[in-house]
């Protein structure tokens, strides 16, 4: 079976940083692009930040940009999220995604087109 399991997430102040990991299983995962999602309570669901699958191209939503990094470890079938400078508005559950289509932009997977989904971590941010 598919598995994308997100952990890493819990509490951290206002300026903090947290790294998120994924670790995937049941798929090509070096086929595919990869990416992460978040959810606040009563918000839809956006996309943070994809990565294409050799890691050529990669996506930040706007406000995000300059504080947050995505990695990818083929190898080990790990995509993280490097979160620094933390804003109470990043607070959320934080989902990984994939699809094994290829051949899009990482801007295009992270609008809403990933094809296989995990169980989210929850952030917190708060003084």
């Known amino acids: 079976e598919v598995q994308l399991q997100a952990s890493g997430g819990g509490l951290v102040q206002p300026g903090g940083s947290l790294r998120l990991s994924c670790a995937a299983s049941?798929?090509?995962?070096?086929?595919?692009?990869v990416g992460w999602f978040r959810q606040a309570p009563g918000k839809e669901r956006e996309g943070v930040s994809c990565?294409?699958?050799?890691?050529?191209?990669?996506y930040y939503r706007d406000s995000v940009k300059g504080r947050f990094s995505i990695s990818r470890d083929n190898a080990k079938n790990t995509v993280y999220l490097q979160m620094n400078s933390l804003k109470p508005e990043d607070a959320a559950v934080y989902y990984c995604?994939?699809?094994?289509?290829?051949?899009?932009?990482?801007?295009?997977?992270?609008?809403?087109?990933?094809?296989?989904w995990g169980k989210g971590t929850l952030v917190t941010v708060s003084s």
């Open positions: 995604a994939a699809d094994e289509r290829r051949g899009n932009s990482a801007r295009y997977y992270c609008n809403d087109g990933m094809r296989l």
């Open positions: 990565i294409t699958n050799r890691g050529g191209g990669v």
């Open positions: 049941g798929f090509a995962f070096g086929d595919a692009a």
